[in-house]
């Protein structure tokens, strides 16, 4: 046992673990984020308000039962680094959490009660197999298993590769992204409420091509959540 530790320390000393947020070390009953972030990142509380920015950001461009945001996202912030890691650094974990995180936020709101279905926006598949997972989906996963709802990665189709969002305008987002995804599987979407759930809504061109393909396909109800907003 005592052999155990010790390698266990010599292993943390080598191969430290840090919190994904600030980057400083956990403690050993910390995962993914460190008791400090938890309770300092910028939580938007959308859950509270109907008439949100996530929300407003799509009025009239998508018709949204709810929409919902973890965290508010600026640039240089702790919110950057842990989608950052989400994306980019394979840490599958840290999206389980972000979703259990975002699951907690929806069971105290009504406006999400009643989803049938949990569908995270998918990855094409050239860029999925390049990265390994597709990050949504670990969000999806994490909401998922609070929420006891099943995830389905078969009905959305992202059928094109597009080029990175990062830089574009508003308009040439929504040009970006028109044409890109596709349904599948049309029956198991028929009168469903479905919560769409992505890592950031930046302008909502991805999240509005999704949603305009689901409804042509007779969803009844579209609610979406994220782990960020960026203002």
Known sequence: MLFKCLL?????????DLC??????????ERQLCTVCL?????????????NKAARQLWGRLPCNAVLSLLY??????TQSIIHHL?????KDLGVKLGNMIAQKLLMSAAYEGIDLIIPVP?????????????????????????????NTNSLIRKKIT???TKKSRYNRFENMQQVFSVADKQILNDKHILLVDDVITTGATLEACGMVLFENNISKLSIATVAFAE
């Not at 996202?73 to 702790?78: C, I, L, M, T, V």
Request: aromatic share 10%; net charge positive; glycine share 10%.
């Open 8 to 16: 266990g320390d010599l292993f943390g000393l080598l191969f430290p």
């Open 20 to 29: 994904c947020g600030c980057g400083n070390y956990l403690y050993q009953a």
């Open 39 to 51: 309770h300092q990142l910028p939580y938007t509380d959308h859950h509270l308000h109907a008439a």
């Open 73 to 78: 996202f600026k640039k240089g912030s702790r």
């Open 87 to 91: 994306k980019y650094k394979g840490r």
């Open 123 to 151: 990855l094409h598949l050239s860029r999925e197999r390049r990265r390994g997972y597709n990050q949504s989906l670990c969000i999806a996963e994490g909401i998922a298993a609070v929420l006891k709802v099943p995830v």
């Open 163 to 165: 080029a990175s969002q």
